[in-house]
Every structure is written in C-alpha cells, then in structure tokens.
C-alpha cells in the first residue's frame, strides 16, 4: 500500500459523458501528479500541482482539467468522453521535486 | 521530453542477468526507475540523483551517467518475480517524465 488513495477503482461511462477521478495523496506530500496509460502503453505525464498550485503540465487535451484543494487532494475531470480515453488513470503524489513519487492503484476508465 | 529505454523488450531465464538503458536527449537531473506489474501500479525501485552515482539493492542495481544523459538498470541473477515492465523516469522541466518501458519476461 502506498499511501495514495484514487477512487474509483473501475468507472464505466458513455461517450460524450463527463467523470471526476479523485486523489488522495500520502501524508505529508505536496506534490500530485496525473498519468494516463493506455492498453500496454507507457505512462503519459499529464499534470502536475504542487500544495496547490499548479506545476506542470504535459500533453493533457483540453477536454481534461485538474485541481489540487486546500487539503491537498487532487480530482481530474475528464469531459466529452471518446472512445480513445479508456485508460488506466495513475495519481501518484511526493514531498516534492528530487523524491521518490508513489503511485496509487489507479482508476480504470472505460468509455463505451 | 520522453527517455528512450531499450531494448522494448527482453526475454530471460531464471538466473540470466539483464540491462535495461535509458538515455535522453535533454539534462538530467534524477533518474528515477520503477517496475509494473500487468494492471497494477508501477513500484519504486531506486533513484539517482547525481551524475555518477549508483545505487543497488539485492540484486537489481543502477547507474546514472549525467555527461551522456544516460541512465542503466542491472539486474544480476533474475527471478521469476523479477518479470514486468520496467520504466524509467528522467526529472527535467519540473516534471517526471517516463520512457516507454522495457518489458522483461523471466522464464523457469
């Protein structure tokens, strides 16, 4: 267990449909990234916040958007669903730069 | 900008030892190498933070060479419960970012 929390586990939605998947991150970390990795893909750096703020950003469509709360949990929106956004969704958290970042079990997404 | 690793994938039997490599075209500052699993979350296995510097642990250890922007994993003696998919992740820019993976499949 490694202390991040994503819910759901397994999501199921129409095209066109909008979802949230949520992140908790491990006590004490400030950083929170999001990854997406599609069928035997690598991962895909989609954002990163830092206690708030955001930090980085990598090839996220704009369908997708993100948000780091006051209390440091993260929530990626995703809309206008296609077929091609199935996908496993990893939120993984760290102190911060230079850190070991941790990986939660992910949130399946399935598009149909 | 994405690490290249190779070789994308690797066949052994148990006992072989194996390198997987991870170069980028961009400075370096950490390497950071996790395994996965199928379906499961990837798992830290170590990270290098200075040129030159290596880590190891039982069996699986690595280097970071910061000149050539190059990082390598070396696992000695593989296992069956070595098998996965092996990615590496080079911190540039403020953010972590990985190479395609290396599948590594370890047989009896």
């Known amino acids: 267990d490694s202390g991040v929390t994503q819910t759901p586990k397994h999501l199921i939605t129409a095209t066109g449909q909008r979802v949230t998947l949520r992140c908790s991150p491990r006590s004490g970390d400030l950083s929170v990234y999001w990854y997406q990795q599609s069928l035997d893909q690598g991962l895909q750096f989609l954002i990163q916040?830092?206690?708030?703020?955001?930090?980085a950003k990598g090839n996220i469509l704009e369908r997708f958007s993100a948000q780091q709360f006051p209390d440091l949990h993260s929530e990626l929106n995703l809309s206008s669903l296609e077929l091609g956004d199935s996908a496993l969704y990893f939120c993984a958290s760290s102190v911060g730069d230079g850190n070991t970042i941790y990986f939660g079990e992910g949130s399946w997404l399935t598009v149909v | 900008q994405q690490p290249v690793q190779s070789p994308q994938a690797v066949i052994l039997r148990e006992g072989e030892d194996a390198v997987i490599n991870c170069s980028s075209s961009?400075?370096?500052?950490?390497v950071h190498w996790y395994r996965q699993k199928h379906g499961e979350a990837p798992v830290f296995l170590m990270i290098l933070l200075k040129g030159g510097e290596q880590k190891g642990h039982e069996k699986i250890s690595a280097s970071f060479n910061e000149k050539k922007q190059q990082s390598s994993l070396y696992l000695t003696a593989s296992q069956l419960s070595y098998s996965g998919t092996y990615f590496c992740g080079t911190e540039g820019a403020q953010k972590l970012v990985f190479g395609q993976g290396t599948r590594l499949t370890i047989n009896p």
């Open positions: 916040y830092y206690n708030g703020e955001e930090r």
């Open positions: 961009k400075a370096l500052y950490s």
